[in-house]
Antibody, heavy 117, light 108 residues
């Protein structure tokens, strides 16, 4: 079945780096735009980044632009989020999601990132 | 960037109709999508492209968009509908996804 599984979440100190992964299965990964969305515990959804199916076009939320990089490996069916210069306010559950013509129709269960000294 | 405004909470009794609004400047000109997020779970898509339902979503979930307001309607509300609901659009001018702040639906 169609599935997204995130991994890589951890407790890290401010200003350090972390890379999240999202393994996709059950669909043709290289034909879909993909997104990262995060949610601070008890708060709402915040979109983080998106990447086109061929990795040629990316976009970022203002809060992470210049610090986070979204990428993908279409041979291994994996989406990545490289997070550099992490801040306390980046603490959240990070979800990857599949884009079906503008709506996010498949979501993973999320991976927790905690930034704390 | 595009701003979407939702009421923080809506409360109804079982069997009643819940209406959750999402306000945005000329949102009627955008494709609006709605998500349900139960406590401790990932969001799921319940309505896409203003008013279409993905397979498996009950007909009790419907939505419409007009002018500056999009509305998600949950008919014959059940206890299992208690969740947070989010509206979402794609802002083509900034190339960003925008979510509303979310509405907590409480079934009394």
């Amino acid at each position: 079945q169609v599935q997204l599984v995130e991994s890589g979440g951890a407790v890290v100190q401010p200003r350090r780096s972390l890379r999240l992964s999202c393994a996709a299965s059950g669909f043709t990964f290289n034909t879909y735009f993909m997104h990262w969305v995060r949610q601070t515990p008890g708060k709402g959804l915040e979109w983080v980044a998106a990447l086109s199916f061929d990795a040629r076009k990316s976009s970022y939320a203002d809060s992470v632009r210049g610090r986070f990089t979204i990428s993908r490996d279409n041979y291994r069916n994996i989406l990545y989020l490289q997070m550099d210069s992490l801040r306390v306010e980046d603490t959240a559950v990070y979800y990857c999601a599949r884009d079906e013509a503008g709506d996010l129709d498949v979501w993973g269960k999320g991976t927790m990132v905690s930034v704390s000294s | 960037s595009f701003l979407l405004t939702q009421p923080p909470s809506v409360s109804v009794t079982p069997g009643q109709t819940a209406r959750i609004t999402c306000g945005g400047n000329n949102i009627g000109g955008e494709s609006v999508h709605w998500y349900q997020q139960r406590p401790g779970q990932a969001p799921i898509l319940v309505v896409y492209d203003d008013s279409d339902r993905p397979s498996g979503i009950p007909e009790r979930f419907s939505a419409s968009t007009s002018g500056n307001t999009a509305t998600l309607t949950v008919s014959r509300v059940e206890a299992g509908d208690e969740a947070d609901y989010y509206c979402q659009v794609w802002d083509g001018r900034s190339d960003q996804v925008v979510f509303g702040g979310g509405t907590k639906l409480t079934v009394l």
